[in-house]
């Protein structure tokens, strides 16, 4: 049997944390090797573990963890097209060609993010509006299928294929390696406007107005204030500078600063955040952020202010947060209100709140996004979250809302189906490619995409 241990783990929001035997094979051939002989009732790849709840967990079976996975393999330096390993992270990406004068078509708030797990959850970044997700800047991806066949597939060879592993997390097949076209940048550097607003209407007008203008925007919104101050928010809207357009203290134009990283070495005691003191974080932020225009910042301090932090996840206590994400379509807003409102009157404090316009969606049978409002919101774990979640599930099926695989933790099995009406397609299509349903997870059998027991 190939190696591999009995471990105990979670996604990023240390919660659920469970029992699974983790492989971690080093070439392809030996993913092949442990779904053939591994031993385990059922199996799911892991990337870098930056989902929040159980997408990438698997008690009572296997985790392949593909980090290993992380050669690049070819790149046309005319068109920007990069063929490389599903274990790749967007931090390796970066690393190695922005200073080339190319960035990553779309990427989520943190790189410690592996290219098969961007494609397997079709992440969103800060550009949706504009550029859409991940997924749709794929040109191809070579995918071992739980057969032990491998297949190619793209949006014109096996299309069905190719749309069922875009968000199809995890679950059609281990993705080998892809082809993802990166886009032009001739600096590193971003520039960006803050715009603070008095409240949730203010805010949506604000991107209602100037969304367009810009290719990435997102607003921090304060979900501890209240009344006619709900939905207080400073909206943050950027684009790329041209090297051209950057003033000369900034050195090179596609080099950014070196920064030391901060580290939270254990788990800090849970009561550290409490409505009290995020109340008054919320206030500072607000604070600190007046409205003002072209700020310069780098990339790496715009897109992923949190990845400074190394383990921050442990700023919550053992117990460990949920994270919340809800899309609305453009006509929900009301439920957008009542989630925000149902938070703020709940105790249960967000640290981090932050609202996004969303463009139309990808061809991805169960990718997330839609044409709407996106709220995140991290919730720390305390008695009755399940039910406050589970209320809040309901809330946003209401207003045929839906919630994002990569952050969900409890979402029942018939609001799932109700949230993601081409589950069926999707299923159809997994039989076909995993006729003995060796791929699975926790989220996949709790939201009913696959039979089975959640716990062993
Ligand atoms: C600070 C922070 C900010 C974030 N911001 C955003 C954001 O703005 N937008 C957004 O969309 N997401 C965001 N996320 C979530 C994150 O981008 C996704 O959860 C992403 O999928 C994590 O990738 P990973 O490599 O860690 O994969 P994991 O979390 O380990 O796995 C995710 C899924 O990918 C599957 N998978 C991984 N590798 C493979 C493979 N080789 N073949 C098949 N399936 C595979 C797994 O089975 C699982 O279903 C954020 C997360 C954090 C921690």
Redesign the pocket.
Known sequence: MPAHVKQKIA??GGWPRVECAVFRPEKRRGIADVLANGEQPHY?????????GD??VNPGGGVIN?TRLNRMIAFDENAGVLECE?GVSLEEILETFVPRGWFLPVT???KF??V???I??D???KNHHIDGTFGEHVDRITLLTPTGSIITCSPKQNEDVFWATVGG??LTG??LTATIRLQRITSAYIKVDYRQCTNLDALLAAIRETDDKYKYSVAWVDCIAKGAKLGRSVLMSGDHVAANELPSQYGHALSIPHKSKKNVPFNLPGFLLNPLSIGAFNKLFYAVHPSKQGQITDYDKYFYP?DAIHNWNRGYGKNGFAQYQATFPHDGVEGLVKLLEKLSASGRASFLAVLKRMGPGSKGLLSHPIDGWTLTLDIPVKDGIVQFLNESDELVAQYNGRLYT?KDSCTRPEVFAAMYPRIKEFKAIKAKLDPAGKLS?RLARRCGIVEGPVEP
């Open positions: 996604g990023w799911i790849a892991r990337g870098l573990g930056r989902s929040y997408v990438a593909t599903a989520p708030g943190t993010v592996t098969g797990g961007a397997a959850n992440v969103h970044g997390i995890g281990i993705i949190l990569a997870s």
